[in-house]
C-alpha cells in the first residue's frame, strides 16, 4: 500500500516562510509525477508545483518566485519551500503522486495559514 504523509503546515505571519514535507512509504514507481496542490475554504484544489522523476518542474503562476519543489527519490520524500508567504496561500495542501497505468495517490493533507 502506497502512504503519503504530509508535515510542516503551520501558522505564519505573511512575509514568512514555511517548508512541506511529503514522506512516501509502499511501491512507488518510477517514472511519477509527484505535486502539491492546495485547497482553500470554498475553492477548488489546485495544483501549487510538480516535479517529474526526470526534475522537470511546473508552478502555478500564483507561487512562481515565491515556492520550491523538490524530490529525493532515495528517501521517498517531497519538499515544498514556501517563502514570502500571502494570506491568500492559506489552504490545506495536498501531496499526490501520479504515476504509468492510474497510479494515484494522495496524502491526507496540511493546513497552512497565513496571518495578514
Known amino acids: 500500500q502506497v502512504q503519503l504523509v504530509e508535515s510542516g503546515g503551520g501558522l505564519v505571519q505573511a512575509g514568512g516562510s514555511l517548508r512541506l514535507t511529503c514522506l512516501g512509504s509502499?511501491?512507488?514507481?518510477?517514472?511519477?509525477?509527484m505535486a502539491w496542490y492546495r485547497q482553500a475554504p470554498g475553492k477548488q484544489r489546485e495544483l501549487v508545483a510538480s516535479?517529474?522523476?526526470?526534475?522537470?518542474?511546473n508552478y502555478a503562476d500564483s507561487v512562481k518566485g515565491r515556492f520550491t519543489i523538490s524530490r529525493d527519490d532515495a528517501k521517498l520524500r517531497m519538499y515544498l519551500q514556501m517563502n514570502s508567504l500571502k494570506p491568500e496561500d492559506t489552504a490545506v495542501y495536498y501531496c499526490n503522486v501520479k504515476g504509468l497505468r492510474s497510479f494515484d495517490h494522495w496524502g491526507q493533507g496540511t493546513q497552512v495559514i497565513v496571518s495578514s
Open positions: 516535479m517529474s522523476t526526470d526534475g522537470s518542474t
Open positions: 509502499g511501491a512507488i514507481f518510477s517514472p511519477n509525477i
